[in-house]
């Protein structure tokens, strides 16, 4: 069969009839595939084929599909009595419990069943397909084949070859899956594989800036969405998954990796789960549902409070444009002098640092001083940190003024890195250190996490919007100031910003 006509005609099994195998067989079905779908529960695959019939015709309904080939799609689906009815098929899909035992089992068993040359497929989304396939008496044709839920609206297929996969089972699959209309995001057997993987950055970091008291829940969220494009913040996306889900994943892949730093889960999360606060499917999480809509509290407004001129370093003459043109669209007084006046709030734009630090190596009095981060620019929040010991007046001013124009001012606790940059920069680096290590290309790192993440740009595309050399000062402010090993730049982030290269470009 000729690698550019995969899907007609081929006999595709499907072993598992719960929400992924249906996906699988709808849109192998519409492709052209011969679908035979097996469940050991009784009535799971008549239950299967009534709901991707109900799904198919739905779309010749809205016009998606002609009632033509909805009629002949649904045609392709027959139900499986016995595992030994697979026999005639060129490719069986697993999408059983996850459990490596069940899956290795059931692998041995279709050994005996299917020819010689039909592929084998496990959807796992946390084993390693290596050791499924090592129960195998021929692990080069089993590959992982990992589709998201609901397949049908989330295109994307991670197809990952474990370390005896044959290069061409894994041309197969991703040809097969651009004809269902997925993209085929290729990775290596790697824990999480490439989404997952990719996705560690967003919650961990987000629960550490919470771990030390800089900011709350409701900040970020409101923060991260609002600046950078996230669909949602951090907690109401765990909350969506649930935490019986997505603390188990961080633990997982934290261990996997032998405790790299990087991935360190958060005691926050596993407290949260042993009281059962596992988010939306138990009407309670980081928030409180009613209604199934989350009950967060407002953005602040800024206080009332006496006006002060404002001073703004120039330690970082860009950063201080931006800001001095922030506070005069406001009408607020701006002194220009080279040291502030007496009465004046004191403003510090650092990147990488803390403004304690700023404050104290410029010579500034801490308790009239604030600092801004200009890391993604000042047109939709405005995020203000204090020092340990600013004066609220002289804070209460800074966030009136800051909010002069009619912007939203969120104020945090002293961090180096704020909030934003510290998020942005650890999503990078992540994926820097996928394309370091080969896992995937660059071109379908960016693509799957958009994909698979919804993320507004992939890790190295967002990277290079905020610029390579501002991410890396940013991780290697953190890693000065913490010594913490979870911010040490990867050496694709350091090769590329020192070479002014965008980050999605490959070695030669």
Known sequence: MAQEEVAEGLRFGIVGAGAMGRGVAQIAALAGCEVALFDVREGAVTEAVDFVHGMIGRLADKGKVDEAAAAAAKARIRPATELGALAGCGLVLEAIIEELEAKQTLFRQLEDIVSADAILATNTSSLSVTAIASACRRPERVAGYHFFN?????????????????????DRLATLARE????????????????????RGYGTEALRIVDEGIADVHTLDRLLPAVVGFRMGPFELLDLTGLDVSHRVMESIYHQFY???????????????????????TGEGFYRYEDGKPV?????????????????????PAAAGQVRAVLEQGGVEVELGEAPGDRAVCVVTPLAGDV???????????????GVDTFAGLETRRTLATTPVTDPAFRDSALSAFGADGG?????????????????????NIGCDIAQQRIADPDTIDRAVELGLGYPRGPLAMGDHFGAERVLAVLEGLYAFYGDPRYRPSPWLKRRARLGVSLTTPEN
């Open 296 to 316: 967060a509290p407002p953005s602040p407004e800024p206080p009332r409070a006496e006006p002060r001129p404002v001073w703004v370093s120039s330690a970082d």
């Open 259 to 281: 405790e790299e730093p990087r991935f360190r889960p958060s005691t926050i999360t596993r407290q949260r789960l042993t009281a059962g606060l596992l988010g939306r499917k």
């Open 356 to 370: 304690t630090t700023a404050v104290t190596e410029q010579g500034l009095d801490p308790r009239r001083s604030v």
């Open 150 to 170: 609901p397949v049908p609206l989330m295109r994307i297929v991670e197809v990952i070859r474990g370390v005896r996969t044959e290069p061409s089972v894994a």
């Open 408 to 428: 939203t001012v969120e104020r945090i606790h002293d961090s180096a890195g704020f909030v934003v940059p510290r998020v942005v920069s650890t999503i990078v």
């Open 180 to 199: 269902m209309g997925h993209f085929p995001a290729r990775t290596t057997d790697t824990p999480g594989f490439l989404v997952n993987h990719a996705g």
